[in-house]
């Protein structure tokens, strides 16, 4: 009689470390450092233990599409494998000169060459032990958030670390105190950064916090829709006074004030795009009728935004960084006009994850200023690491989730659903339009949040393939238990 209980706590406890992780991932400087991946690490296969272990309550998705994203997870994983297993040098000299005149370098420093397809063996091992951690976040999240409070709830996990982020990166810059993680600032003096160094990616989490208050918002708008008359109106009121949907308003205003405050141009542009695409989106896929409202909802946010702005900062000291990009524009043309050699040179087999930072250093001109550790562009950095498998492998990865979360958006009508459906799409668009000028995947927690989203969304889009033959009362609530036998609620 105690093992369905038993089973059903492993289940719990299993989808507590995954919201564990979510809502650690942002603090330790972004999870940048060994020891935070580590921990990590270490949660992440706890999380995958007990879930495994459980025999009620939890269990794999069941559909060709979640094997086809299994099996491009494992895929990567066979390729970074490759770029570590060494050759005889003649398959190399055929597969990556650049290579093989890289490892030669070394033999010139008196050590023994390994000849691999990395060019810096090291740092792959890193970035494999990296990728496993990832992957595994992805079936954690695959296996723990099956079912619609699981979804809200972890939709909410992010929507919240990422305000209590944007309420202490406010706090840090308009009161001048500037400590980043329990120490003072020593970059990014004048911006809002959060626990991170960097102000870019402490404002794409805020955008990935964003689309995952605007997706719980939409669902509870879209719980409202039929009331009608001034009962249904006073109602509404009531019920937008005392629900989590003032939560998540007041959330989404603070994350746009807080990412203008952190004047990363780039980090505006996705913020914004990606919340207009979601409640566009929205409308198309949802309810056409309520173009005016979603419009009007869009521009309370940001005349509330410029006026938080203009009384507590000053929208001059915003419009003159904006402006200010003379220097930096001229520093980015010049570094992706080095980056061109080294495209050209791996673009067959890739120099091997991590090992861009060592490639560069040989190639930077001397205009260039500071150390360049990642490529400030996503798709060129995967070109060079990874060749051109990795770049298709990438856009292939975010096609297929982008077409879970609109068919999530089409086929299902249950809140969870549609909120993790529309943030899902919301912030791939983000992640598509940052990395063009940034390189937010080689972030920890970004791409652990990245990872952890991807992974509920393709689980819940597959479960509800498996229900579509259900009758449409039944459908209506099949996001409450994944039995075949589920009750009608």
């Known amino acids: 009689m105690t093992a369905p209980v038993q089973s059903s706590l492993r289940d719990r406890l299993a989808y507590g470390v995954l919201l564990l992780v979510v809502l650690a991932l942002p603090w330790p400087w972004g999870s940048v450092g060994e020891a935070a991946q580590g921990v990590l690490l270490a949660l992440t296969g706890l999380g995958l233990l007990l879930s495994l272990s459980s025999a009620e309550g939890a269990r794999w998705p069941v559909g060709l599409g ?25 398959w190399l000299q055929q597969l990556s000169p650049a290579a093989v005149a890289v490892h030669d370098g070394v033999r010139l420093l008196g050590l023994t060459p390994s000849y691999t397809l990395s060019t810096e063996p090291g740092a792959t091992w890193h970035y494999l032990i990296a990728t496993l951690g ?30 209590v982020q944007a309420f202490y990166g406010l706090g840090m810059t308009l009161t001048d105190t500037e400590i980043g993680y329990l120490v003072r600032k020593t970059f990014g003096r004048g911006s809002a950064t959060g626990t991170f160094v960097n102000r870019n990616h402490f404002a794409h989490l805020l955008a990935l916090g ?17 009331r009608e008359g001034w009962r249904g109106t006073f109602l509404r009121v009531s019920a937008w006074i005392m629900s989590p949907a003032a939560v998540w308003r007041v959330l989404l205003l603070v994350m746009l004030a807080a990412v203008v405050l952190s004047q990363s141009r780039m980090g505006n542009v996705a913020l914004m795009v990606a919340l207009v695409f979601a409640v566009l989106l929205w409308v198309l896929l949802h309810n ?51 980056l061109q050699p080294l495209i050209g040179q791996y673009l067959r087999t890739g120099s091997g994850g991590g090992s861009f930072q060592s490639l560069f250093m040989g190639v930077q001109s001397p205009q260039l200023y500071g150390l360049y550790d990642h490529a400030h562009n996503e798709y060129a950095e995967f070109l060079i690491e990874h060749g051109l498998f990795g770049l298709v492998w990438l856009l292939a990865m975010g096609v297929l989730h982008f077409r879970h979360a609109v068919w999530l958006l089409i086929g299902r009508r249950s809140g969870g659903a549609r909120a993790l459906g529309i943030a899902a799409a919301a912030a791939l668009v983000a992640v598509a339009l940052h990395s063009l000028t940034d390189f937010i995947l080689h972030i920890p927690a970004l791409r652990g949040w990245l990872a952890v989203l991807m992974g509920a969304l393709m689980a819940a889009g597959l479960r509800h393939r498996r229900d579509t033959r259900k009758p449409e009362r039944m459908r209506h609530n099949a996001d409450t238990d994944l039995s075949p036998t589920a009750p009608v609620a």
Do not use: H
């Open 66 to 90: 979640f094997r086809i994203a299994v099996g491009a997870w494992l895929l990567w994983l066979l390729w970074l494998c490759l770029s570590l297993l060494p050759l005889p040098l003649s």
């Open 288 to 338: 056409r009728r309520r173009f005016v409202p979603a419009l009007l909802l869009l521009a309370s946010f940001a005349i509330a935004d410029i006026w938080i702005l203009d009384n507590y900062y000053g929208l001059e000291k915003v419009v003159e960084r904006i402006d200010d990009t003379e220097l930096e524009t001229e520093q980015r043309t010049l570094a992706w006009q080095d």
């Open 210 to 226: 964003a689309v995952a208050a605007l997706g719980l918002l939409l669902a509870q708008r879209a719980s409202e829709e039929l």
């Open 134 to 163: 990832l992957f595994g976040l992805y079936l954690l999240a695959a296996r723990t958030v099956s079912d619609n409070p699981r979804r809200k709830g972890l939709l909410a996990a992010m929507a919240l670390t990422a305000g």
